[in-house]
């Protein structure tokens, strides 16, 4: 257990709908980044922010977006969702000094939220 | 635009027998590499690098980088059937903290 939580678990929805994942990050974690997992595109950076702030942008689509809260919590937000959309999303969190740029230390991932769009 | 390359796709070898999982890389400011094991959900890590010809170990898993040529490997001896999953590889640059990460290499270990 890396300490990193996600929910929820499964999500299975319909084309065109929009739906919210959350992620609690490690206590102590100032970072929080998203992934996305499918068959054919492997392990992508979507986005992280460092303590509320937006930090770094990655292949992240003009659909989604991303909050972190003052509690350090975070919520990607996928909305008129397409069948592609269908994967794994994963949040990971690192300590992250340095402000939330590069650093050495390593990310922790969360058990992932399986999004299923019919 | 950072990439990294994986060898072989995917191995099938029996308990006991000795894997060597191949990594390249071509990252624009290299700052490090990170081994990743994938089972059924999130990539748990193993290894961090960020010097050549440093190896790190864990148990029956030794890791290695070779910052001239670009690679890194990941050797597992002894396996076990525990072992079978997926090990990613992934780099970090030095504009940021984002992983940029491998296809992977698909391990199973039959007994």
């Known amino acids: 257990d890396s300490g990193v939580t996600q929910t929820p678990k499964h999500l299975i929805t319909a084309t065109g709908q929009r739906v919210t994942l959350r992620c609690s990050p490690r206590?102590?974690?100032?970072?929080v980044y998203w992934y996305q997992q499918s068959l054919d595109q492997g392990l992508q950076f979507l986005i992280q922010?460092?303590?509320?702030?937006?930090?770094a942008k990655g292949n992240i689509l003009e659909r989604f977006s991303a909050q972190q809260f003052p509690d350090l919590h975070s919520e990607l937000n996928l909305s008129s969702l397409e069948l592609g959309d269908s994967a794994l999303y994963f949040c990971a969190s690192s300590v992250a000094t340095s402000g939330g740029y590069s650093s050495y230390n390593e990310q922790f991932f969360g058990p992932g939220t399986r999004l299923t769009v019919l | 635009e950072d990439k990294v390359v994986q060898s072989p796709l995917s191995l099938v070898v029996h308990e006991g027998d000795t894997v060597t999982l191949n990594c390249s890389y071509e990252v624009t400011n290299f700052r490090s590499l990170l081994w990743y094991k994938q089972e059924k959900k999130a990539p748990t890590f193993l290894f961090m690098l960020t010097s050549s010809g440093i190896e790190k170990k864990s148990g029956r898993l030794s890791s290695i980088l070779d910052k001239k040529e670009l690679f890194s490997i990941l050797n597992i001896t002894a396996t076990q059937t525990g072992d079978s999953a997926v090990y990613l590889c992934a780099v970090k640059n030095n504009a940021g903290n984002m992983l940029t990460f491998g296809g992977g290499t698909r391990l199973m270990v039959k007994p």
């Open positions: 206590s102590g974690d100032l970072s």
């Open positions: 922010y460092y303590n509320g702030e937006e930090r």
